[in-house]
């Protein structure tokens, strides 16, 4: 929560570092929820992809696709779920006046990549905790 604090102290719409603005986000989900771990591993990685010094509003859709390209294997619904993740990280930030807009979707011309896919049965708990267990630190 410190680093909330510190954005909404000092935090200018248009210069919101991405590192900050994915802290400040993490610190406002639940702990204890799925979602918590998840998005902090994905956009972990991506903000080490395109630099936690990098100013929000100068995110394009380029450096998402250029991102994707590193993860080849991912299944269109995994690169869904990612870019859902990033979407609602800018579009909280726009929510608590941390950034003006979306920078990525408020593109002319712009479309989501990936697409939902329906899986039959539900990952049992267990199923759920091998793989969370043996999920790569990246």
Known sequence: QTEWHRL?????????RLG???AAYLASLPPDG?????????????????????KVALLKPLKLTEYLRTHPHW????VRTFVNRLHAVLNWGVRQGLISKN????????????????KRGLLSDADK???EAHAGPE
């Open 103 to 118: 920078p990525i979707s408020s593109t002319p011309g712009y479309k989501r990549e990936g697409r939902n896919e329906r």
């Open 20 to 22: 900050d603005l994915v």
């Open 129 to 131: 905790a091998t793989a």
């Open 34 to 54: 799925d979602n918590a771990a998840t998005s902090r591993r994905q956009l972990s990685r991506f903000e080490r992809f395109a630099g936690r010094e990098a």
């Open 8 to 16: 909404m102290r000092e935090g200018v719409p248009d210069e919101v």
């Open 75 to 78: 299944r269109p619904s995994s």
